[in-house]
């Protein structure tokens, strides 16, 4: 039972552009949703996160969206660098408590 | 530097053998976790704390045990137990609170000889 989906597992986007990263979720109870990004032989490292009583979250270059009526989250990069090539997780906290579950990525390259 | 320190980074155990990871920060942190990363997948969770002494289990903790003696360290421990431990394994830690960002180690790669 996946509480959280991320249905691609790869994109690629061209330096400058904008990249989309997408999160689908099945429980309306969550209250915050959070984006990590992970490079390869490292741990994440915390990206941004929303609360579920807003629809939009912005820093800097990045910002998450939240769709609460399709139960969906996305997450902007723009314009995309090649240092953001990496895996990104999206990651929900279960019955408000202090865990998280993280959907299973999507690796993201960008090219010049 | 606060941070997490996670030792070693690439760990090889024979068959039947326990191994234990170790896992310390200096964040202050009152909740620890151990994840398992395997290839393709997203991060699980094998057990958690949150506060010293006490740990509960997460959803893939058959094969594995953990103590909790002091705040600052989260030693996990791989049992021969585990049939298929070959896997890199996050520790993390957070404020107490929903929806709050853990902090990750870089992680140890545990492969089986």
């Known amino acids: 039972d996946q509480q959280v989906k991320q249905n691609s597992p790869s994109l690629s986007v061209q330096e400058g552009r904008i990249s989309i990263l997408n999160c689908d979720y099945t429980?309306?109870?969550?209250?915050?949703f959070l984006w990590y990004k992970k490079y390869p032989a490292e741990g994440p490292t915390f990206l941004i996160s929303i609360s579920s009583i807003k629809d939009k979250n912005e820093d800097g270059r990045f910002t998450v969206f939240l769709n609460k009526s399709a139960k969906h989250l996305s997450l902007h990069i723009v314009p995309s660098q090649p240092g953001d090539s990496a895996v990104y997780f999206c990651a929900v906290p279960p019955g408000n408590t202090d865990k998280l579950i993280f959907g299973t990525g999507t690796r993201l390259q960008v090219f010049p | 530097d606060g941070g997490i320190t996670q030792s070693p980074k690439y760990l090889f155990r024979k068959e039947g053998q326990n191994v234990t990871l170790s896992c310390e920060q200096n964040l202050n942190h009152d909740a620890m976790y151990w994840y398992r990363q395997d290839p393709g997948q997203g991060l699980r969770l094998i057990y958690y704390?949150?506060?010293?002494?006490?740990?509960q289990k997460g959803d893939i903790a058959e094969g594995y045990s953990v103590s909790r003696e002091k705040k600052e360290s989260f030693p996990l421990t791989v049992t021969s137990a585990q049939k298929n431990p070959t896997a890199f394994y996050l520790c993390?830690?957070?404020?107490?609170?929903?929806?709050?960002?853990?902090?990750f180690g870089d992680g140890t790669r545990l492969s089986i000889l």
């Open positions: 993390a830690s957070s404020i107490a609170g929903s929806g709050q960002p853990q902090h």
């Open positions: 429980n309306s109870m969550f209250d915050y």
């Open positions: 704390s949150q506060i010293v002494n006490d740990f």
